[in-house]
């Protein structure tokens, strides 16, 4: 069965280099634009991982995180930064808030699929 | 006055007989004395120098000059040496005359027995009284001196009476200090003066019991037409017979106060300046990394031929385009991470560290670029496993630098990383050296190596990639964690960069 991936990123070509690469490698991918756009996705329809980016305008991703670690269909769906943040407490603070995982931008295209790939691995 | 003292007498007296029965009386009477005699105002003037006589007897009825010029001479001359006159006969209102004028006592010769007595009380008179007068000359001194004291210091002070807490005395300092005169200063209190207030009453009690000072660092008064003022404030209390007097200095510190306020005020600025200064690197961290996201994703999901085949010509394009984006990436990371150290933001944790681990890490992760330049990449390592508590990110960051630069800046022949532990002065020291056979550096260039964003190199190199952040880098990094890099390099030979680990944590 195909695994699905809802990403949370406010920059639109970020989406589509995600949703492109992980689409190419075989997963249903699914986008917001912001954090409530994405937890009104997530709700609707629960997927398989979430890769959130953290910082957005209006609701940040640390936000959309404990959101979801609060939702009660949605807790055990694991949520990934995918954030341009690089500095050590900025790494603190996203485990904090309750992400599964953390990887920084840029994006290696050759590495991401499989490391999106562990992340699912770990919750089967 | 003793008896056993010899007192040196000087008689005015012009009958010679007279002068003996006056000596004779005397040493009848056990005084150890001895005596000279004159007869006129010259030779008294000459005697009182030379002979300096502890008492005068001076008769009345000389041919040359009377009794009361003889007493003015010697007042004169030398205030305070007792005259006693000594006379055939003399009126009452005469006597009464030559006391007035100096005269101590007077006897009549025809009752010389009691001029021992005379001559001993003359004597203790002058005696007390020169003991009066040095007693008085001192508290003068004292006073002055106080005064002196009093009017010159630079601190304000003001002298209070502790009973009514009534000002008394303020001195030329106190007046500029606040810009009050000094008759609208005395009479005034300390409490109408700011200096006490109800919760902060002077402990005279305890001052007067301890003889201890009182003191505030900063008080504030206010001085004439609101100005405002702040003194550092000491009272002492001291009593004198059974009056209580208080004495109160003032240090002007309006200016002390006033720069230890910039002073806080100019590091709450700094602390304001340093969090956005690192809310700015944060975010620019952030903004720069965005889009480079794109443009190294995008390049890499084409050369990953995810969208279709690709031209050579593409795909070498591509990789520039690529290989353009990481270096602009590895700008920003230098950047921000010379940013990072020099706020001192940079957290090192220690570690037991495994070097030549470490060493075969980046030996591997740069072995490609050294193959892409046909280099030969060995690592040298002792056979026994050499651990240092240190840090293993900052040890990594300056190999990787090191080795990477090697690479750069050879075009022939070998990079060696090299791990040396061994003991120098009874002290295990361990060492990395990378060496290359590249082009060196130039003694001229070596002094400015270690300097931030100095790139060094002619036409051959110019072409290489790098901020020039390396070295900098590493150096702040090897210093960061207690080490130290230094470098010894012959130009077109080749260098050698030497990491000299702290070797805390060894035995």
Not at chain 1, 86 to 109: C, H, L, N, Q, W
Not at chain 2, 309 to 321: C, D, I
Request: hydrophobic fraction near 40%; glycine fraction near 6%.
């Amino acid at each position: 069965m195909t695994q699905s991936i809802l990403l949370i990123d406010d920059n639109e070509i970020n989406l589509e280099l995600m949703s492109y690469l992980l689409g190419a490698f075989g997963y249903e991918v699914r986008t917001a634009c912001d954090g409530p756009a994405g937890l009104a996705a997530a709700e609707r329809d629960p997927p398989d991982l979430i890769l959130c980016d953290v910082v957005m305008p209006g609701m940040d991703g640390y936000t959309v995180a404990r959101m979801l670690a609060a939702h009660s269909c949605l807790a055990d769906v694991p949520v990934v930064a995918v954030t341009a943040l690089a500095m050590v407490d900025d790494r603190d603070k996203v485990f904090e808030s309750g992400f599964d995982g953390y990887i920084t931008k840029p994006i290696d295209p050759e590495t991401f699929p499989l490391e999106i790939a562990s992340f699912l691995k770990t919750r089967a | 006055m003793s008896l056993s003292q010899n007192v040196r007498v000087l008689l005015v007296e012009d009958e010679p007989n007279d002068a003996e029965l006056i000596a004779h009386q005397l040493r009848q009477a056990g005084l150890l004395f001895s005596y000279q005699r004159v007869q006129t105002r010259d030779s008294l003037i000459a005697a009182l120098d030379q002979f300096d006589p502890a008492i005068v007897l001076c008769d009345n009825g000389l041919p040359a000059f009377d009794a009361a010029s003889a007493i003015r001479t010697v007042t004169e001359k030398r205030a305070g040496l007792p005259v006693v006159v000594v006379t055939g006969t003399l009126g009452d209102e005469e006597a009464v005359h030559l006391i007035k004028i100096g005269a101590c006592d007077y006897l009549r010769k025809d009752r010389l027995e009691r001029l021992p007595v005379a001559v001993m009380n003359a004597l203790e008179a002058a005696q007390s009284h020169r003991i009066q007068e040095q007693y008085e000359a001192a508290v003068k001194a004292s006073e002055l001196r106080y005064r002196r004291r009093f009017e010159t210091a630079t601190d304000g002070i003001l002298v209070a009476d502790a009973a009514t807490g009534r000002i008394y005395d303020v001195n030329p300092s106190l007046v500029r200090l606040l810009g009050f005169s000094r008759e609208e200063c005395c009479g005034q209190t300390l409490t109408e003066f700011g200096l006490i207030d109800a919760d902060n009453i002077l402990p005279l009690e305890a001052l007067l019991a301890t003889g201890d000072y009182y003191r505030r660092p900063v008080l504030q008064l206010d001085g004439k037409n609101g100005r405002q003022v702040d003194v550092e404030f000491t009272a002492v209390a001291f009593k004198v017979g059974t009056e209580v007097t208080i004495q109160c200095n003032l240090r002007d510190v309006t200016e002390r106060t006033y720069f230890e306020a910039a002073l806080r005020e100019k590091n709450r600025e700094l602390e304001a300046a340093s969090l956005a200064k690192d809310q700015f690197l944060a975010s620019m961290s952030h903004e720069l990394r965005t889009p480079l996201n794109a443009i190294l994703g995008f390049a890499g999901t084409l050369l990953m031929r995810l969208p279709g085949e690709l031209t050579a010509e593409q795909e070498k394009q591509l990789k520039l385009v690529r290989q353009s984006g990481r270096h602009l990436l590895s700008l920003i990371n230098d950047l921000l991470n010379l940013a990072k150290i020099e706020s001192g933001k940079m957290e090192l944790s220690l570690e037991p560290v495994h070097c030549e681990r470490v060493l075969r890490e980046v030996a591997t992760s740069l072995s490609p670029m050294a193959t892409a330049k046909g280099l030969d990449l060995k690592v040298i390592a002792p056979p026994t496993d050499v651990v240092v508590t240190t840090s293993q990110q900052a040890l990594w960051q300056i190999v990787t630098n090191l080795t990477a630069n090697a690479i750069k800046f050879t075009t022939a022949g070998e990079i060696r990383l090299e791990l040396r532990d061994f003991v120098a002065d009874g002290e295990t020291q361990t060492q990395v050296l990378v060496s290359d056979t590249g082009i060196g550096i130039r003694p001229e260039d070596q002094a400015r190596l270690f300097q931030g964003f100095s790139r060094i190199g002619d036409g051959a190199t110019e072409h290489e990639e790098g901020t020039g952040l390396g070295l900098s880098i590493s150096r702040k990094l090897a210093t960061l964690i207690g080490g130290d890099l230094s470098c010894r390099s012959e130009y077109r030979v080749g260098s050698t960069f030497t990491l000299t680990l702290p070797n805390g944590g060894r035995s």
